[in-house]
């Protein structure tokens, strides 16, 4: 299911034309960590009980006691932990230890010996794709805007781990990293939506029920990237079998917006937890590739032309000839490259290094004003970035959640897993109607026929009657289920069962 | 191309019809790999420079000074350490420190402060398939064979990664885990390899050629199963463009073989590295099971219904109830279920503790000897593996060694990558003749057209020559181009060329 559901994403995203997926190491160096900001700031506030020594969230002992202690800094949390002493959640006892950030990432060592260094897992898939710019910034021949996409594996550890698969110390995530001019106008055709109502939370205000094309128009989404990969999303999360009554669009407030985000929305649906977070889309302006760029010193940069080119006029120096070629002779031509590099703030006498490494002092006779016409046909920018994630477990939770329908047979309880067949991890079951006279042989050439198939799974089930057989293939959401009876050995055809109608209908196992 | 690899891998062995697909998480706490005899065996000979502290591989070192280093004892490579002292590969100094054995795997911290446990990245999927057994066993209403598999990362921190993707420390894997009853008949089908001649290096001795079915026959290939398992991984090196005239299995020697495998081969590809081992074939006996049960004391085991109950006679005591009666009143039942339970061997009086925990004396007179009969239907055991193993990144590169093609095209060089369409990571690529006139508006939308479709990855191109951009896209792999061009417009055909053939013919556009 997990393996249907990644590929559903990729295939999906794919459809944008201009992404490309990529697969990074999981393992990372410390620096890339540290230039992202991970290692810095990638914490929870953790105390530990001196009773039993169990590591606790901060922010989770003090809910009862706070509207929102997510929100809170340390010494915030240290004043309301020390005035609730709420009790250890393992041991019942209040001895907690000082609140300290503890860092969320697994630490581990690359290599052997003393020449081995830090590193961490991965906490997101997204850094990889962004150490990779130039990489892709060559592949798509220096157009943009383009993307780059990765399915994988991410790993925070967590002081609680808890709500199964909401929240995982290793979870699977989907990110596309997608790489736009903020120069160029924010565009994106959003008339596909043009019927859907979406269901938004703007900024701490009341939610309302728009198109996307309205909610842009009206600035409610601040960039219309943003706003089409809202459709896109939308449209995946039908496709998986989510229930789109249940999804909404949470836009992040200022203050729990990182710093260098211009605009983030969450996709949030709605299951036996509550409303869980389990997409985000933001707008990351251009901080991944600026903090990268800080951190190695290499360019991470796209080139914009320029529609006509542009001459700038620069006020500077140059050399006086007859003066400075006597002067320096030889070392003329580098003097005169130096002189016309220097700002016309400059005062003489100014000693200057050449290329070659000398120190000269040029004196004001040496030299005299030069007004010089520069002409650009581009320049070097650094690109924006929106980055749509999907938490593939908590998708996979609520697909789970969603599909869960109990029913009534007979007067018993009945369960069926409604799955969309496009993620039902059994396509489809075959059963003899008995394992003798020749039904189980047949029954076990349609399934190895079906095996065969690409992409398709099937199962084969032998024990238990045909009623058992058929509750049991609800229970775990296979779409469609084939008998093969006594009829099957006389003309060929089998009972083709819908698993949602219920209907059945004979069809030659030919056609299948 | 990863991607499509590792789907084609699953796909490949689902047709075996009694295989399922897990996932399990690469952290893995320290028990799980200390049963599995990973902590204690899965290391590596290191010395470290006194010099510059670079860690080296002690075999390294020595490759030259020995036929086969790897193979050597700690205190064998020691000695011949100290005998050659070869120079360090990074400063060249000659200053080894003491040769220790240094464990291979990546270690971390699972949870936070002193709660936190150790744990390692998995060195192998396969660890958490058997400890998944028994949910296995009851997917599969407990009747063997039956697999599960698993495609993913396993990591391994080499002292010394070499040879680009051929020994990475973040590797992809697939493996599968083949759960038999060893004592069912392994009368595997072979026919569909009737007519290939296979290269097996059999154990130690000359190269030979033969069929599967008559390796098997001679005892050359020591399981049908294993034999079976060669001919699937034949027929899916050839499905992913391996060139399988540079193919061979290589069976194990008894000294390279892991003390508990009853048979393993190794495939190994040709290509500029030599032979490299890429895919191992192992019949495991039941060690891993029998490991994991003996560490937890949790069974995992299959039962084997006997085709008639077997009776089996019982030579034990019972009580003489006119004696044991009277002697234990109200306790009498409990004497008689301990005493029946005693083993013949035991000698009266006797000291023994009841079912409630009292402990009384039974004298012998309380007893008689009694004969009992067995019956049973079946029994419990413990299953064996064969375990098909693939090193993903090995693989791909020898797909990309053996379709790299460097021909000859106006008398320049001129790359080719004849890649299978099954793995090719472009499809299909789209070029405008031109940008303007609406060429670029048609290309553009069969681009989007053809990228909509779920599986294809297409690629627009519109820089250059249309020479040029059928040499990018030949360089890699993509199996066939479009070109749009002036009759396009008029009559809605396009050029497609065949990569391999260089053939071009118009085909109506809506035809794609």
Known sequence: MRSKINQAWIDHWLGLGNVVELSCPTVTPYAVLEASGHVGEFSD?????????EASRADSLLEAHHPNPDALKRDELQSLLEAEKPPCPACGMTDWSEILAQNLMFNTTIGA??????GFLRPETAQGMFTSFNALYRHFRERLPFGAMQVGKGYRNEIAPRQG????REFNMAELEYFIDPESPADDDLSAWDTVSFALVPDGKKPVEMTLEVACQQGVIRHATVARFMGITYDFLAKVGIDMNRVRFRQHESDEMAH?????WDAEIEGSFGWIECVGIAHRGCYDLESHEKATGKSLRARREFDEPRTTLVDAWTIDGATAGPAFKALAGQVKATVEGLPKSTTFPATVALENGETV?????????NQRTLKETGEWYIPHVVEPAFGIDRIIWHV????????EKNGEAYTVMQLAPAVAPVDIAVFPLFEKEGMDDAAAKIHQRLCGRPGTVS????SGSIGRRYARADEIGVPQC????HQTLQDGTVTLRERDTGEQVRVPMDSL
């Not at 260098?260 to 983030?264: H, P």
């Not at 084939?482 to 009876?485: H, K, N, Q």
């Open 482 to 485: 084939i008998t093969v009876d």
């Open 113 to 118: 010996g003393a020449s081995g260094r830090p």
């Open 260 to 264: 260098y985000a211009m605009d983030c």
């Open 165 to 168: 698969m909401i929240r995982l």
């Open 400 to 407: 789970l959640d969603h599909a869960y329908a109990e029913q």
């Open 459 to 462: 199962m084969y089930d032998g």
């Open 361 to 369: 002092v040029i004196e004001p006779e040496h030299v005299k004003p």
């Open 45 to 53: 506030f953790m105390t530990q009980c001196g009773s039993c020594q």
